[in-house]
């Protein structure tokens, strides 16, 4: 059974690592060293919801369903219009900065909206649903119950590696951010990928559903 939790890590793995807007929030945060670890655990935490639900045959339902995808990829695609912007802005006031000192009180509220943030940029993110549901889903469909526990083991391993090796891994870029130009660089860099994802998202259902 191990050939088969290797696939699930491959499979998860390679959707995953690729670039997109929730791996460019994990890596913000981490580089500012706020809220590292909630923001990973809620990142792995909704794969493993969703990979389950997608093992368990939930991903058929959804890939078949025009409306739910359509209303997923609307949705996605203006949140992440609306993060790209405040990303521009950050970029154009330079106020984003590595160290940040804050008093208990700012400390709660920025967990409470760093806790709304993490969810929304991943369950508003029509991608997560494609690759945790349906393409990891679709793939456990074609293997039986014992063959599916070891693939989605190894799924939520690669998983788990990721978003916490992530997180906490890019501390090592530290020095580089210590100057406020790199940041301008990476919240424009933040911006761009938001605004080419979500337009992907428009494009997407003006083609399938236009």
Not at 106 to 128: C, E, F, G, M, Q
Not at 134 to 143: N, S, W
Not at 175 to 183: A, G, S
Request: hydrophobic share 55%; proline share 1%.
């Amino acid at each position: 059974m191990l050939d088969v939790m290797s696939t699930g890590a491959l499979v998860s793995g390679g959707l995953i690592i690729a670039i997109g807007s929730q791996n460019v929030f994990v890596l913000k945060q981490g580089l500012l060293k706020q809220n590292v670890f909630y923001v990973s655990a809620i990142c792995f935490i909704c794969d493993l919801f969703l990979m389950v639900l997608g093992v368990m045959g939930l991903g058929l339902i959804v890939a078949s369903s025009k409306y739910i995808m359509y209303g997923l990829a609307v949705a996605g695609a203006a949140f992440l219009y609306w993060y790209g912007f405040n990303s521009f802005r950050r970029a154009w006031e330079g106020k984003s900065q590595l160290q940040i000192q804050m008093m208990q009180d700012d400390y709660n509220r920025s967990l409470r909206k760093t806790v709304v943030a993490t969810l929304a940029i991943t369950l508003l993110n029509p991608h997560v649903y494609l690759d945790t549901v349906v393409v990891v889903g679709g793939i456990a469909g074609t293997l039986s119950l014992d063959e599916k526990i070891w693939f989605l083991t190894g799924a939520l391993i690669a998983s788990f590696i990721w978003f916490f090796g992530l997180g906490y891994g890019a501390r090592l870029a530290s020095p580089l951010f210590q100057k406020p130009n790199t940041w301008r660089v990476l919240d424009c860099c933040i911006g761009l990928i938001m605004f080419w994802i979500a337009t992907g998202l428009l494009s997407f259902v003006a083609n399938t559903y236009g």
